[in-house]
């Protein structure tokens, strides 16, 4: 603590999860598997998209970019848990560490929640108007949507990290949580922290709430326009082109909506860790899942690809 006085750098570290080393190896090895299916299930969904001439359509162009940010959000967060949970809480991460942790964290997690209102728009138009389809979902239109999803990923990430890291710290930062999540460094501050509270709220309003609600919007035509087909096959297969989609969104949007839109005084550590293992370490896992599993497109793709590496693999 002098040297943190002198020097003027502030430095946090994570709470562990158990002081019993047998558990924390417990917890490491299942983070890990999780962190290992996340990156091997996104990085095949991804190749399978980009191999496949059949899929390079916008509906698994936008799944391919879904899939990169799953990458990249649970690199931010996987190897810097995994770390600390080796050392057993007693790792230290400096402000600024963290302040780049928070900083990917809003962008990758704000583009990934306005990429899947971008992807039900995407449906919309394809159920909703099948005609105009390729005149409104140009590859010039898909380029662009994706690219501001990640701006605006980056214009809700970037003000409020600064506001965070000029936040004066003071005393024990132990960080009850397992990454830099914003609640929970905020609630390590030595001062006033409302216009910090009020401006995470006004972002996860922009990144979460309204995204969310254009998602419903865009469902309730899908579901009138599906209800309008007479055929019960025709039904079914119109409505298996977004059961993934949907299955993704309530995953994700029911887990953030947890954290980051209820009010400072009802948030708790606990369930914040515990919701955070959700969308950080399973949702990711099970996004390239539900996308396979449930869709015969992708799985036949995805069969060309390994029988092609294994045919490459003999020779």
Request: glycine letters at 6%.
């Amino acid at each position: 603590m002098e040297e943190e006085n002198q020097t003027g750098v502030v430095y946090f570290h994570f709470r562990p999860f158990s002081t019993n080393s047998t558990v924390a190896s417990l917890v490491f090895v299942g983070f890990l598997l999780l962190y290992l299916g996340s990156l091997i299930g996104n990085l095949t969904i991804g190749l399978t998209v980009w191999q496949d001439p059949s899929l390079h359509t916008p509906m698994y162009f936008f799944l391919f970019v879904l899939a990169t940010l799953e990458l990249g959000y649970s690199t931010n967060i996987a190897p810097l848990t995994l770390a600390s949970i080796l050392s057993m809480g007693k790792m230290l991460i400096s402000l600024p560490s963290c302040g780049a942790q928070m900083f990917f964290f809003i962008l990758l997690g704000g583009s990934d929640c306005v990429l899947l209102a971008i992807m039900a728009y995407d449906r919309y138009v394809a159920i909703c108007h099948p005609l105009h389809y390729s005149l409104i979902m140009s590859w010039q239109m898909c380029g662009q949507m994706a690219l501001g999803s990640l701006g605006l990923g980056f214009l809700l990430s970037l003000p409020l990290t600064i506001l965070i890291c000029h936040l004066p710290f003071c005393g024990h930062n132990e960080i009850y949580h397992f990454f830099c999540d914003m609640p929970a460094v905020m609630r390590l501050a030595c001062t006033d922290t409302h216009i910090h509270q009020a401006a995470l709220f006004a972002i996860s309003v922009a990144a979460v709430a309204i995204p969310f609600l254009l998602i419903t919007l865009s469902y309730v035509f899908i579901v009138d326009a599906i209800l309008r087909i007479r055929s019960a096959e025709g039904r079914r297969k119109t409505f298996s082109t977004c059961s993934s989609h949907l299955t993704v969104v309530l995953l994700q949007y029911g887990c953030g909506s947890l954290i980051y839109l209820c009010p400072s005084s009802s948030y708790s550590p606990e369930r914040g860790r515990v919701v955070s293992v959700v969308y950080t370490f399973i949702t990711p896992v099970l996004n390239p899942l539900i996308y396979s599993m449930r869709n015969r497109e992708l799985k036949d793709a995805l069969r060309k690809v390994v029988i092609r590496f294994l045919l490459l693999e003999k020779q």
